[in-house]
Nanobody, 119 residues
Framework: QVQLVESGGGLVQAGGSLRLSCEASGRTFSNRAMGWFRQAPGKEREFVARIRWGSGSTTYDDAVKGRFTISRDNAKNMVYLQMNSLKFEDTAVYYC????????????WGQGTQVTVSS
């Protein structure tokens, strides 16, 4: 069982930055892919970024590529999302997700943290 707790959301002006954090409980954190997703009002949840177990290779949605950076610290069971050059359309609830071991099947979700970008 994995429990995820996000933090770091808030209100920021367009062009600003925020750093989201996600702390994972349980063992085998390093064997799991970790991801960030977001859901804006009236829209479906969408993929933002992910980071692989092992190599730590990353993948981003085109909408955030070049502005957001996902990283992980396996010693601390933490995953981060550094968000720069924020836009109004980045406003959403951001969710941390953990996969089954050695897969990209997302099985565990945090409660979400609100990010609001004012224009």
């Amino acid at each position: 069982q994995v429990q995820l707790v996000e933090s770091g959301g808030g209100l920021v002006q367009a062009g600003g930055s925020l750093r989201l954090s996600c702390e994972a409980s349980g063992r085998t954190f390093s064997n799991r892919a970790m991801g960030w997703f977001r859901q804006a009002p009236g829209k479906e949840r969408e993929f933002v970024a992910r980071i692989r177990w092992g190599s730590g290779s990353t993948t981003y949605d085109d909408a955030v590529k070049g502005r957001f950076t996902i990283s992980r610290d396996n010693a601390k069971n933490m995953v981060y999302l550094q968000m720069n050059s924020l836009k109004f359309e980045d406003t959403a609830v951001y969710y941390c997700a953990a996969s089954y071991e050695y897969s990209y099947s997302w099985n565990y979700w945090g409660q979400g943290t609100q990010v609001t970008v004012s224009s």
